[in-house]
């Protein structure tokens, strides 16, 4: 019989790391309103301190905990975490590139366009041409300063969409679009950058009239001279 190799057992803060994940999303561990003990912990998972110590370092890396000398063990409010750090370090260590990193920026930004139209607020709006202000006021600005106005308009429309998964995925990841569009914009013309603010406007423009359709459109026209660039990036790595 053909060998079959050996199970590695899984070391044991891991999981402690998945246990504590799972009670609280069972809701057995409350969020910052309380603090816990290292003893409480222990007693409660049936672990020694040594052990309990590294699941609590991962924990913290990954942004699940917070630990204070003085005041304990708390649990983080997802709502307090405006992204997932760990996953921009795997994309970064997986060399992740352009044309993948634009491929995933488009079938966000797309969706939510269309999204936007329908959930939009006036304040979204009022956000929104703000950002096209500010835009037009620097069409002559260093790359640094216009890109970022665009980058920020973008996640405008992803807020405006109300879907709040995406939002920290784009927040995330935003390191890494504000560098591709960077690298794009070195390229671009003042004249470039007025069309691309033109295009910020048609997109407000169908938001605006609460047309999912046009507004989807709208951004996958403005996307598309970037998703050229992003695609002759090959196998380039997008770093942060």
Known sequence: MENIPAIKKEK??????????????????????????????????????????EALRVLEFLGVTTVSPRNGISIRKPSDQEGYLPLLYILAFEKTTGRELFELRQALQL?????????RTEEDLRALCDLMEAMEGQLEADDDVFYTLDHRFHQRIVEAAGNHLVLKLMNTIGPMLQNQLLRHGKKETTKQRRATLEEHRCIVAQITAGDSAAARDAMERHLADSGRDARLEGSFPVMY
């Not at 969706?111 to 959930?119: D, G, K, P, T, W």
């Open 12 to 53: 044991a803060y891991l999981r402690i790391v998945d246990v504590i994940i799972r009670l609280i999303a069972e809701g057995k561990v409350e969020y910052q309103d309380r603090f816990y003990t290292e003893q409480e912990l222990m007693t409660m998972l049936g672990v020694s301190r040594p052990t309990l110590r």
């Open 111 to 119: 969706e939510m366009a269309a999204l936007a139209a329908r959930s």
